[in-house]
């Protein structure tokens, strides 16, 4: 509809222009918002305003100029000046009803495919394998997730790539303890979180183990088979735990989508002498460089990447390099996307600009960083573990589920044993999850289960909850969503709310994806069951006085279930039919 209202008012300036009333040349960004008060129409722009001054004219006068201007449209019922010189528009409710009508008989709910379909790397998760995945991934993994199933509903090809930390010197530590007791080892793995505590500390107290694991690096790093082995075999367990945790999230990754950082091993001297060769390397106290003059320190000097230890080894940079390239150059991504932590935004803003000075990736390649912010105890400090421990993320879940049973059990007492734990893990995981994408991406946040666990306000258990009511209206019925016929009239103030917001699916939708911001969503989702609410209170369904009245209210409640039931599935919530 905000589409419909620009070109719109593109083709009133254009007349105008034409006309003389407007100087040519002018090509302003046409700016239509959602009214908040609806008898003040439905969309409003400040065009006039933004164009007075080189019109000549008071904004009020402009904009009568562009009313009569506007080509008539069928889905816009009037327009009128309000304020200073706003342009107010009434959707057409007919127009509405109609275009709800389609999205009903569609699958899709009439949200249109992009215009121009991408390839698109979504890098997500990427834990690093040396330990357990610990709240510190989850942001990254659910974020990165609900943006992918986006990216795809809208038709773009979505390339997932699990950069996991699969190699590095904390590994000859590991493979030491390993190779040490291969018999207890085994069981011992079963916890990796101690089994990394129990090599470290090997490694702090003994000399000699300290630089067994440093040999074992050397010889891994050279291909020995034992060594190899022994890798694999410790990378397997370690890739285990992360499928549990993956699944246990709902979350859409497999062994198929796993390219550590390992898979580039071969590539880097590449690397570094493809730099070489293109000039860019300068050695700095032995290390191999690259200067850019745009990233300086506090000094005022340019900061390096550096790509080359003076001892020989490769760096995070040089691999991250490596990952473009073949990003860009064989995976030919139109889009990369990064789903990391803020912290590492330096790290990608200069390795971005190496690899386009390279020439690592094709010019059409966006590289874009999606940053996020960290999530954060009660005490407003990164998330920690009673005595300052990482919190292992499996335990977290576990903790959801739990308290989530307490919670579903004490409202329904009554409820089968498995179908508790089944609302117990949809509510427990979903709150989880929701808490985190409903927050804005870049913001630090903290995290509290009692409001994750909420029944009121922007929670999971809130919009589960709201489906079910949804839900509830056809169980009475002893109907589907899609068993309803009739004609869709719009007419309560509620019904044509509601029906706006539904509306609007599609053009939210668009704008994750463009942004990488699954709180749009969330924040859609959450208006829109609460216009649903509203709707329910004063508007009868099943109770209407006419058939053809119940039917349409029906229709518009059929729809609302289904706009909510694809956008949880989009943000990787399970829905429930009950609760
Ligand atoms: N393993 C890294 C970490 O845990 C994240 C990797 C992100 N992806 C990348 N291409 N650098 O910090």
Known sequence: MKDTIRQLIQQALTRLTDDGVLPAGLTPAIQVENSKDKSHGDFASNIAMMLAKPAGLKPRELAEKLIAALPPSASISKVEIAGPGFLNFFQNSDALAQRLQRALADERLGVRKHGDL????????????????????????????AVARVLEFLGDTVIRQ??????????GMLLAHLEENPASAESELADLEQFYRAAKKRFDDSEAFADRARELVVKLQAGDAECLRLWQRFNEVSLSHCQEVYERLGVRLSADDIRGESAYNDELPGVVQALRDKGLLTESDGAQC????EFKNAEGNPLPVIVQKAGGGYLYATTDLAAMRYRSKVLEADRVLYFVDQRQALHFQMAFAVARRAGFVHEGTDLEHMGFGTMNGADGRPFKTRDGGTVKLIDLLDEAEQRAYA?????????????LR????????????YADLSKHRTSDYSFNFELMLSFEGNTAPYLLYAYTRVASVFRKLGKGFAEIDGNLALEAEQEQALAARLAQFGEVLGNVAEKGLPHLLCAYLYDLAGLFSSFYENCPILAADTPARQQSRLLLAALTGRTLRQGLELLGLETLERM
Request: glycine share 10%; no cysteine.
């Open 118 to 145: 991408q390839r698109v790397v979504v890098d997500l998760s990427s834990p690093n394998l040396a330990k357990e995945m610990h709240v510190g991934h989850l942001r990254s993994t659910i974020i990165g997730d």
């Open 162 to 171: 699990n950069h996991v930390g699969d190699w590095g010197t904390q590994f």
């Open 290 to 293: 690259v200067f850019l003059d």
């Open 407 to 419: 919670l579903v059990k004490g409202k329904n007492p009554e409820l089968p044993e498995d179908e």
């Open 422 to 433: 089944s609302i117990a893990r949809a509510v427990g995981i979903g709150a989880v999850k």
